[in-house]
Structures are given as structure tokens and as C-alpha cells.
């Protein structure tokens, strides 16, 4: 007790005598209004609430302003150590040390004229926050009770827009479909500042360069009809001319550095175009950045052509710093534009290491060393290279053909534009009526070409060496800021062993089934994913992403060209089979916000493979699993399904069995903020895979409709993620509820032993 005593005087022994110690806020109540009357209006106003009024206390438990911890060790620091002379505290204090958290800087009445700002800003004109300060037992230390009270929502009742002239008139009716601002919205001042930052940059993008959202100012009467706001958006008079002015692009000179005290001594072009350079030509192709400029001499001004110019040259990633300057030129309406661009180091050195612990029961170092070259055929390229290698060890002992290695390297080629064949780009082009050609739909951003190729060598000791190569062409593209495309028209995997032995060998024999999944392979694909998301201001945000593929029917089709059969099996391609399937698997996610602190997350997965032609089944590597941290989190990667089937085998070879080809997960996630930067989450999650029967062993794992909810594995639990800003730390503590296959328990809930029923996870990011 006498600790406890001296360690609560300490904390306010440097308190001034007219001032407290502030320890934290009470929850911050709100009275006098219907929280589900524009629900989402008030969540967001909520928010803004809530970030003015939090005060950290010393101490504050992952930044929360409501809970502290019993060792405000800064504090006591600060305490001991402050006004000393001695190296030692000034250290000390300077490194670890907090001062304290004084009433008279946390000033609550500020705090709550800056909370009620924020409700009239939020069309709550009438509404109003108190405040009160709360002595504690020892009367040095205070806490801040505020209450918010937000009475009516004033909503728009009509909005008119007054001196603008017709051209500018013109342009905005015509887009009035698009306007921030209608009839019956919140009467909030960010959405007035929306409606003005849309029409800046609709008039921005039709040649008004000068024009700025100032120039235009509302006016709101608030007294003809009861919490209502009639609004009027009125230009400013007297404004200087070049503010109504349309302007055109002039000249584009572009300086190009390789460093930023290096003057150009070159130049190439004509009249309205230039480069800059230094040396004997180039350092980079002029084609390459004029592509990425969606400024044209002769044309108006377009701040969205400007912004996706800028977006364009800085995502090639060549540029250590890009420079827009545009000059009027004197009495025309032409605005000359200087682009300088300092390039990047050319080179990059990288070293990467970690260590595996697999379920299985391996653990072991992998090691990557490589380097990466920018622009390096002066077209904005870049090449990287890489040698890589792992080492693995079964835990529990065993002899050396217990142990695993694998090495190999990794070539990939990347070019900033899309690279195809001259016939397709020029079918890509469309006639207009008038007979003139119309050019492709441009980019949203800088569209990539990547080759890469990789080849790897796995030893198994005791067991067999394989070899796998593996090769890739493929586009991405962005044609939005919602939608994004992936297609890759050419990629291959090689898998042949080179030797196996008889102990292998039994052990395929002893299980058909592996003779298919661990076999040689030849896997030709053909793969397009296409992602769409909600806009980034979307109060209920959400993702749906999609990737078909399919295998081997064009080398089908040059089989058939010489007189195979379709269905024939075992063609072969490099003297081995090669794979005949189509893939389809697709994901998405929405999230519904349920108060300020906290939202509703829900997650589907569904994906499925049809094996025919040459084909009797899937590659093992192309097979789906459920289970791990971001999948059915109750459960280790890998160890459900396919179907029933649970499998008595050791915890080594079980992974060759647990796959399927199709799968199932379905998840929900109530999120929400607990104090500061710390985040809870309650989930629940539900899964599995299936397949083919297979043999007597495996039980049924083909999905039955009759039996779908005994077929998913189902588990709960809980979540904590500390947000660190640059990255999200994620711990799951996974509970199961069901497993789809038999047990000695009778009823849904039918997991046996407690340590078969909770798995914990440690990951990055969120699961989805």
C-alpha cells in the first residue's frame, strides 16, 4: 500500500498549484438524437466529434484517451529527472521521459467549441457540447466528461448557381447529374466544399487554368423553411481575366538530368516539342515519356490530363523527382509547359532472409540475394535478377533424409507499355462514322508488360530431386480508379523428376492417389483476373476480384490439328503429360460501418476445377486448401477436408492429401477500435474443400447439397490488431465448433479434445 501511495504523489508532485493532471476521458455521451436517422451522416460526424475531443493522458494504453496504464513510467521519469544537471537524467529524460499532461493545455473548453464547430460544419446548427471536469480521490488529478448534444439536422432544400457565365453555365448543367450537392442531403460544409471542388475541376479540365474554388462562395438562408437551407453558389465579381479565360497548351520543353546539378548540353524536337538532355543521346527514349504526357500543344488545358501525366511518369519509378512548370505566354492564351525529370539510381542491391516453420513440422533459413536494373534499354524497362535458397529441418528428430533443400534463380522483365503483336493493336483502333480513326480508350495508369522466368531444384534425401521451370507473359492494366485487369496469355510450369527412390516409389504405390498429385507435369495456362472496388469515399466499401484460367486446350487443339482425339489421355509435351483443366475462383469482401469505433466485415471464397481431355485430375499445386490465419482460422493450414475425410497419417505427408477441387469459405468480422491504435475483432468462419472419391481410405469427399452445413468446418474467436500505420500486427486465437468429419461426439459440436479445438495465428495485415 505505502508503494501504491508514493507511486501516486509522484505523479503530481510537479503539478502547479492552479493546475491539475489530466488522467483521461469518460465515454463521451450523446443525448437528444435519433442515431438512425442518416445514420451514416452521423457516423461520420461522430468521428470528427470524437478526434477533437481525445486528449492522450500520460501513460495512455496504446494511445487511448480513456485507459491508462498502472506505470506512467515517463511520467515518473520526467518527475525524477527534470531541471537535474547531471548527463545521466538529462538522457534520461530527453529519451524516455513524458512531461505532464496539464489541464490547461488539454483546455476542454476549447476541445468542446472546436466539437460544436464540427456539428454546425455537419448541418447540426443548433447542436452544442459540454463539458465536465471530474476531481478524483486525489484532488491534483482531473478527468473530462464531455456531452454532446447535436439536436436537428438541417437538410438542403434547393440549390442555385448565380454569375457564372455561359459557358461556364453551359458546363454546368450539363453535368448536374454529378453534383455533390442535391435535395434532401445533410446541409454539411463538406459537402458544399465538395460541390466547389467539383465544378474547380470540371472547369479546370476544360481549359480555365487559373480557376480556383474561392472564386465562388455560398449563400444559405436558413429562416424561409424550418430546418431547411436554400443555397446559393455565386461567382465572385470583378474577377481578373485570366481566371475566364480558356487556355491552351503551347511548347513542351523537357529537361532531362541525371543528377540535379547536371545542365543539358542537347536537345531534340521541333517547334512545340523539346527534349533536354546531356551525353550523346538520350538516357531515355522521348517516345517513352511523350506516352505517358497526356498534354498536347495546341489543346485546352486539362487538370485530370495534368494529374494523370504526373501519375504516369513518377509510377515508371525511373524518376527520383518530376517538375511541372507552365508559363502564360504574354498576351495570347497559350500556356507553355517545362518538364524536368531527374532520373533514379539506376542500380538496386537486395538481401532478404527468414525463417520457415511450417505445420508440418519444418523449420529452416531461406536466403534471397539480387539486384534490379531501371531503365535499362533507355524505354523506362526494368529487369530484376535473383538467386534463392532454403534449407529445412524436421523437428522431433529424424536421419538426413528427414532434411530438405531447394535453390534456384529468378529472371523478370518489366516494361511500362503494352507490348503485342502490330495486328492486334491495330484491330484494337476503331473507325468513326465519319471514316476517321478513333484511338483506343487511354489508360487510367501506366500500363505493364512482365516476362519473368524462374527455375528451381528441390533435393528430398531418401526420397527424389525434381526440377521445376516456370515462365510468364503477362499485361496489367488499369482502365479506372475502380477496375483493374490481369491477363496473362502465356504461362507455363515444367515439373520432372530426375531421380526417385524405391522408398518414393513404395510409397506411391501404397497410395494411387499420389501417383497423380506428386507425377511429372506440364501445366501451358491462359489466366485473367479482373478486381473491382467501391470508390474510395464509399460508406459501405467493398472489393470483388475474379481469375479464370484454364490449361492446355490449345496444345489440345494442336494435337487434334495432327489427328488425337480430344479426350485422349496421356498426350504428351516435353515427354510429359500435360494438364487439361479450367479454373474459376472468386473473392469478395464488404464492409458495413456501424458506428464510429466499429464495422461489420463479411468475406466469401469460392473456387472450383474441372479436370478433362488429357487430364484425369488436377495438379497437386493447383489444388484449393482451407485453414490458416486467413482462412478458417480455428484451423492450421491444410489440415480439412476434402469433404469428411480426416486423415490418421503422420502430420508430414498429411498435406499431400487435403485438397480439393473445389472450396468454400465464408467469414464474418465485427471490428472495432478498443483505445488508441489497438483493435478487437470476433469472428466467425466456416469452410472446406472437396473432391473426387478417391479410394476407401479417404471416406466421402465429394460435396453433398443434402449435407453442406456438416460438411463445413466452423469456428469462432478473437482478434487483436495494432495498427502501426505502415503495417497492421495481427494475433488470432481460432476456437472450432464443428469438424465435417465423424468423431466419438455425438451433435454439431462434435470436436473431441480441448487442444484440438484452438489454434492461434500470427499475421500481417488483414485477413481480407
Same mark, same amino acid.
Given at each position: 500500500?505505502?508503494g501504491v501511495?508514493?507511486?501516486?504523489?509522484?505523479t503530481?508532485?510537479?503539478?502547479?498549484?492552479?493546475?491539475?493532471?489530466?488522467?483521461g476521458?469518460?465515454?463521451?455521451?450523446?443525448?437528444?438524437?435519433d442515431?438512425? +436517422? !442518416?445514420?451514416?451522416?452521423?457516423i461520420a460526424?461522430?468521428?470528427e466529434?470524437?478526434?477533437?475531443?481525445?486528449t /492522450?493522458p500520460?501513460?495512455a494504453?496504446?494511445?487511448?484517451?480513456y485507459y491508462?496504464?498502472?506505470?506512467?513510467?515517463?511520467?515518473?521519469?520526467w518527475?525524477? %529527472?527534470?531541471g537535474s544537471?547531471g548527463k545521466?537524467?538529462k538522457w534520461?529524460?530527453?529519451?524516455f521521459?513524458?512531461?505532464?499532461?496539464?489541464?490547461s493545455?488539454?483546455?476542454p473548453?476549447?476541445?468542446a467549441s472546436?466539437?460544436k464547430?464540427?456539428?454546425?460544419n455537419?448541418g447540426?446548427v443548433?447542436?452544442?457540447?459540454?463539458?465536465?471536469?471530474i476531481t478524483?480521490r486525489?484532488?491534483?488529478?482531473?478527468k473530462?466528461? !464531455?456531452t454532446?448534444h447535436?439536436d436537428?439536422?438541417?437538410?438542403i432544400?434547393?440549390?442555385?448557381y448565380v454569375?457564372?457565365?455561359e459557358?461556364?453555365?453551359?458546363?454546368i448543367d450539363?453535368?448536374?447529374?454529378?453534383?455533390e450537392?442535391?435535395?434532401?442531403?445533410?446541409?454539411?460544409?463538406?459537402?458544399?466544399?465538395?460541390?466547389?471542388?467539383r465544378?474547380?475541376?470540371?472547369? $479546370?479540365?476544360n481549359g480555365?487554368?487559373?480557376?480556383?474554388?474561392?472564386?465562388?462562395?455560398y449563400?444559405a438562408?436558413?429562416?424561409?423553411?424550418p430546418n431547411?437551407a436554400?443555397?446559393?453558389?455565386?461567382?465572385?465579381?470583378?474577377?481578373?481575366?485570366?481566371?475566364l479565360?480558356?487556355w491552351?497548351?503551347?511548347?513542351?520543353?523537357?529537361?532531362m538530368?541525371?543528377?540535379?546539378r547536371e545542365?543539358?548540353?542537347d536537345?531534340?524536337?521541333?517547334?512545340?516539342?523539346?527534349?533536354? !538532355?546531356?551525353?550523346?543521346?538520350?538516357?531515355?527514349r522521348p517516345?517513352v515519356?511523350?506516352?505517358?504526357i497526356?498534354?498536347?500543344?495546341?489543346q485546352a488545358?486539362s487538370?485530370?490530363?495534368?494529374?494523370?501525366s504526373?501519375?504516369?511518369?513518377?509510377?515508371?519509378g525511373?524518376?527520383?523527382?518530376t517538375?511541372?512548370?507552365f508559363?502564360?505566354?504574354?498576351g495570347t492564351?497559350?500556356?507553355d509547359?517545362?518538364?524536368?525529370?531527374?532520373?533514379?539510381?539506376p542500380w538496386?542491391?537486395?538481401?532478404?532472409?527468414n525463417m520457415?516453420?511450417?505445420?508440418?513440422?519444418r523449420?529452416?533459413?531461406?536466403?534471397?540475394v539480387?539486384?534490379?536494373?531501371?531503365?535499362a534499354? $533507355?524505354?523506362?524497362?526494368?529487369?530484376?535478377?535473383?538467386?534463392?535458397?532454403?534449407?529445412?529441418w524436421?523437428?522431433g528428430?529424424?536421419?538426413?533424409?528427414?532434411?530438405?533443400?531447394?535453390?534456384?534463380?529468378?529472371a523478370?522483365?518489366?516494361?511500362?507499355?503494352?507490348?503485342?503483336?502490330?495486328?492486334?493493336i491495330? @484491330?484494337?483502333?476503331?473507325q468513326k462514322?465519319d471514316?476517321?480513326i478513333k484511338?483506343p480508350?487511354?489508360?487510367y495508369?501506366?500500363?505493364?508488360?512482365v516476362?519473368?522466368l524462374?527455375a528451381?531444384?528441390?533435393?528430398?534425401?531418401?526420397?527424389?530431386?525434381m526440377?521445376?521451370v516456370?515462365?510468364?507473359?503477362s499485361?496489367k492494366w488499369?482502365?479506372?480508379?475502380?477496375?483493374?485487369h490481369?491477363?496473362s496469355?502465356? +504461362? /507455363?510450369?515444367y515439373?520432372y523428376k530426375?531421380r526417385?527412390?524405391?522408398?518414393?516409389?513404395n510409397i506411391?504405390?501404397?497410395?494411387?492417389?499420389l501417383?497423380?498429385?506428386m507425377?511429372d507435369?506440364?501445366?501451358?495456362?491462359?489466366?485473367?483476373t479482373?478486381?473491382?472496388s467501391s470508390?474510395?469515399n464509399s460508406t459501405?466499401p467493398?472489393t470483388?476480384e475474379?481469375?479464370?484460367?484454364e490449361?492446355?486446350?490449345?496444345?489440345s487443339l494442336?494435337?487434334?490439328?495432327?489427328?488425337?482425339?480430344w479426350n485422349?489421355?496421356n498426350? $504428351?509435351?516435353?515427354?510429359?503429360?500435360?494438364s487439361?483443366f479450367?479454373?474459376?475462383?472468386?473473392d469478395?469482401?464488404?464492409?458495413?460501418?456501424l458506428?464510429?469505433?466499429?464495422?461489420?466485415?463479411g468475406?466469401?471464397?469460392?473456387g472450383?476445377i474441372?479436370?478433362?481431355?488429357n487430364?484425369?485430375?488436377y495438379?497437386?499445386?493447383?489444388?484449393?486448401y482451407?485453414?490458416?490465419a @486467413?482462412?478458417?482460422? %480455428?484451423?492450421s493450414?491444410?489440415t480439412?477436408?476434402p469433404?469428411?475425410?480426416h486423415g490418421?497419417?503422420?502430420?508430414?505427408?498429411?498435406?499431400?492429401y487435403?485438397h480439393?477441387?473445389?472450396?468454400?469459405?465464408?467469414?464474418l468480422?465485427?471490428?472495432?477500435?478498443?483505445?488508441?491504435?489497438l483493435?478487437?475483432?470476433?469472428?466467425?468462419?466456416?469452410?472446406?474443400?472437396? %473432391?473426387?472419391?478417391?479410394?476407401?481410405?479417404?471416406?466421402?469427399?465429394s460435396?453433398?447439397?443434402?449435407?453442406?452445413?456438416?460438411?463445413?468446418?466452423?469456428?469462432?474467436g478473437l482478434?487483436?490488431r495494432?495498427?502501426?500505420?505502415f503495417?497492421?500486427l495481427?494475433?488470432?486465437w481460432?476456437?472450432?465448433?464443428?469438424?465435417?468429419?465423424k468423431?466419438?461426439?455425438?451433435?454439431?459440436?462434435?470436436?473431441?479434445?480441448?487442444?484440438d479445438?484452438? +489454434?492461434?495465428?500470427? /499475421?500481417?495485415?488483414?485477413?481480407f
Amino acid at each position: 500500500m505505502t508503494g501504491v501511495i508514493v507511486s501516486s504523489c509522484s505523479t503530481t508532485s510537479k503539478i502547479p498549484d492552479d493546475d491539475q493532471l489530466f488522467i483521461g476521458l469518460k465515454e463521451i455521451q450523446y443525448k437528444g438524437y435519433d442515431k438512425n +436517422t !442518416y445514420k451514416d451522416h452521423f457516423i461520420a460526424t461522430q468521428t470528427e466529434i470524437e478526434a477533437a475531443l481525445a486528449t /492522450a493522458p500520460n501513460g495512455a494504453l496504446f494511445g487511448s484517451p480513456y485507459y491508462r496504464t498502472p506505470f506512467p513510467y515517463g511520467l515518473w521519469i520526467w518527475n525524477w %529527472a527534470d531541471g537535474s544537471s547531471g548527463k545521466f537524467k538529462k538522457w534520461l529524460n530527453s529519451s524516455f521521459g513524458k512531461a505532464p499532461v496539464l489541464m490547461s493545455k488539454v483546455n476542454p473548453r476549447l476541445r468542446a467549441s472546436v466539437a460544436k464547430s464540427v456539428l454546425r460544419n455537419n448541418g447540426y446548427v443548433h447542436g452544442n457540447v459540454t463539458f465536465e471536469e471530474i476531481t478524483q480521490r486525489n484532488p491534483k488529478k482531473v478527468k473530462i466528461a !464531455y456531452t454532446v448534444h447535436p439536436d436537428s439536422l438541417f437538410l438542403i432544400d434547393s440549390m442555385a448557381y448565380v454569375n457564372f457565365p455561359e459557358e461556364m453555365q453551359e458546363l454546368i448543367d450539363s453535368t448536374m447529374r454529378d453534383a455533390e450537392i442535391k435535395k434532401g442531403d445533410p446541409f454539411a460544409v463538406s459537402s458544399l466544399d465538395a460541390e466547389r471542388s467539383r465544378l474547380s475541376m470540371l472547369f $479546370r479540365n476544360n481549359g480555365y487554368y487559373y480557376y480556383s474554388s474561392g472564386y465562388a462562395s455560398y449563400l444559405a438562408d436558413t429562416f424561409d423553411v424550418p430546418n431547411r437551407a436554400k443555397l446559393r453558389l455565386q461567382l465572385a465579381d470583378s474577377l481578373p481575366e485570366d481566371v475566364l479565360k480558356k487556355w491552351y497548351i503551347g511548347q513542351i520543353r523537357m529537361k532531362m538530368r541525371r543528377s540535379s546539378r547536371e545542365e543539358p548540353t542537347d536537345s531534340i524536337g521541333q517547334r512545340f516539342l523539346k527534349i533536354f !538532355y546531356t551525353g550523346k543521346r538520350s538516357p531515355i527514349r522521348p517516345r517513352v515519356i511523350l506516352r505517358d504526357i497526356k498534354l498536347r500543344p495546341r489543346q485546352a488545358f486539362s487538370y485530370d490530363s495534368y494529374l494523370e501525366s504526373i501519375q504516369n511518369i513518377n509510377g515508371a519509378g525511373l524518376f527520383s523527382s518530376t517538375d511541372f512548370q507552365f508559363t502564360p505566354r504574354a498576351g495570347t492564351d497559350t500556356l507553355d509547359l517545362d518538364l524536368t525529370c531527374t532520373f533514379d539510381k539506376p542500380w538496386d542491391f537486395y538481401i532478404e532472409g527468414n525463417m520457415k516453420n511450417r505445420t508440418i513440422g519444418r523449420v529452416g533459413p531461406e536466403l534471397k540475394v539480387g539486384f534490379t536494373r531501371r531503365n535499362a534499354f $533507355r524505354g523506362g524497362e526494368k529487369i530484376d535478377l535473383n538467386l534463392h535458397g532454403s534449407y529445412e529441418w524436421q523437428t522431433g528428430g529424424g536421419g538426413s533424409d528427414k532434411n530438405y533443400y531447394s535453390y534456384g534463380a529468378d529472371a523478370s522483365v518489366e516494361f511500362p507499355r503494352i507490348i503485342a503483336p502490330s495486328f492486334i493493336i491495330n @484491330n484494337a483502333l476503331k473507325q468513326k462514322k465519319d471514316g476517321r480513326i478513333k484511338l483506343p480508350r487511354r489508360f487510367y495508369s501506366t500500363p505493364w508488360t512482365v516476362a519473368k522466368l524462374s527455375a528451381d531444384i528441390i533435393q528430398r534425401p531418401g526420397y527424389y530431386k525434381m526440377h521445376i521451370v516456370s515462365g510468364e507473359w503477362s499485361y496489367k492494366w488499369q482502365t479506372s480508379e475502380q477496375e483493374k485487369h490481369q491477363f496473362s496469355p502465356l +504461362t /507455363a510450369k515444367y515439373q520432372y523428376k530426375n531421380r526417385q527412390t524405391e522408398k518414393f516409389i513404395n510409397i506411391l504405390k501404397q497410395h494411387p492417389y499420389l501417383q497423380v498429385t506428386m507425377s511429372d507435369y506440364f501445366i501451358p495456362k491462359m489466366r485473367y483476373t479482373y478486381t473491382y472496388s467501391s470508390r474510395k469515399n464509399s460508406t459501405h466499401p467493398y472489393t470483388w476480384e475474379t481469375t479464370l484460367e484454364e490449361s492446355g486446350n490449345f496444345v489440345s487443339l494442336l494435337f487434334m490439328a495432327r489427328g488425337d482425339s480430344w479426350n485422349q489421355k496421356n498426350k $504428351r509435351m516435353f515427354n510429359t503429360p500435360y494438364s487439361q483443366f479450367l479454373k474459376i475462383e472468386t473473392d469478395y469482401t464488404k464492409t458495413w460501418p456501424l458506428d464510429s469505433k466499429s464495422k461489420l466485415v463479411g468475406h466469401i471464397n469460392i473456387g472450383y476445377i474441372h479436370s478433362y481431355g488429357n487430364a484425369t485430375d488436377y495438379p497437386f499445386t493447383e489444388g484449393f486448401y482451407v485453414g490458416g490465419a @486467413n482462412s478458417v482460422r %480455428a484451423f492450421s493450414a491444410r489440415t480439412i477436408g476434402p469433404g469428411q475425410f480426416h486423415g490418421d497419417m503422420d502430420r508430414q505427408n498429411a498435406f499431400l492429401y487435403q485438397h480439393g477441387n473445389s472450396k468454400l469459405v465464408l467469414n464474418l468480422e465485427y471490428r472495432r477500435r478498443l483505445f488508441g491504435e489497438l483493435h478487437g475483432a470476433i469472428f466467425l468462419d466456416a469452410g472446406n474443400v472437396w %473432391a473426387k472419391n478417391r479410394d476407401e481410405n479417404y471416406g466421402e469427399t465429394s460435396f453433398k447439397l443434402s449435407e453442406h452445413v456438416k460438411q463445413l468446418a466452423t469456428g469462432t474467436g478473437l482478434g487483436l490488431r495494432y495498427d502501426l500505420e505502415f503495417l497492421i500486427l495481427r494475433v488470432d486465437w481460432g476456437f472450432g465448433l464443428h469438424v465435417p468429419y465423424k468423431t466419438s461426439k455425438s451433435g454439431y459440436f462434435n470436436i473431441e479434445r480441448f487442444k484440438d479445438m484452438h +489454434t492461434l495465428h500470427l /499475421a500481417i495485415g488483414y485477413p481480407f
